[in-house]
């Protein structure tokens, strides 16, 4: 694992469950930490160190009905922490992949993994313009919070479904989510946090994606 990573990680957060997934530990930030970066301008906001609530309600959607992933081929999108990849892990599926943009981000997720004794494999680059191979199930969680990168992960999540892949997603209603091609699966009251959310609870659902009509 990167040291330089290693030793972000340990500086600006500690082990901690996650409120509604208890099964699980990640290296979080505290509310003290995370106002202090949103008031700097030199270091991004380690958004991967949040537990979203889109995240929060996929993996206990995951772990509470274990056969949406047992025996399956499971790729965590924009997998931050490594969260929704360890409930998958933790629940069953047969092998779990991890791909983030963001390199410290799959340092996180490597040690979280290993705080949680989940075995995971790490995709450093995933090609955009064809499905992935050997991949069953896609998870992701709270991808809707910028007009282009969300359209950009729909027009892929769309390609997926397409060639097969089933595709799970977690939001709490998020301003780009898009309006068509949801089936609502369940919804939580998810525990959320300040200083990033305006409010202390934020109903937040999980929909499986199909193509809708105008992309069909």
């Not at 995370?34 to 995951?62: C, E, M």
Request: charged share 20%.
């Amino acid at each position: 694992m990167n040291l330089a990573h290693l030793d972000f990680i340990y500086a600006h957060t500690s082990l901690a469950h996650v409120p509604m997934v208890p099964e699980i530990v990640l290296h979080q930030a505290n509310d003290e930490v995370l106002s202090g970066f949103l008031k700097r301008n030199d270091i991004p906001v380690p958004w991967w160190s949040v537990a979203w609530p889109g995240g929060q309600a996929l993996s206990r959607y995951v772990l509470d009905r274990p056969e949406t992933v047992r025996g399956k081929r499971v790729l965590d999108l924009a997998t931050g922490s490594g969260f929704i990849a360890i409930a998958a892990a933790k629940a069953g599926a047969e092998r779990v992949f991890a791909s983030d943009i963001d390199p410290v981000a799959l340092t996180a997720t490597r040690l979280n993994a290993i705080h949680n004794g989940a075995s995971i494999d790490i995709i450093p680059f995933l090609r955009m313009d064809m499905p992935p191979k050997g991949v069953d199930l896609i998870l992701t969680g709270d991808i809707c919070y910028d007009q282009a990168m969300s359209a950009r992960l729909f027009r892929w999540l769309y390609l997926c479904v397409h060639e097969g892949i089933t595709v799970f997603l977690g939001d709490p209603g998020r301003a780009f989510l898009p309006s068509g091609g949801l089936e609502e699966l369940a919804s939580y009251d998810a525990p959320v946090r300040w200083p990033l959310e305006d409010k202390r609870i934020r109903k937040a659902w999980v929909w499986r994606v199909s193509i809708p009509e105008q992309h069909g």
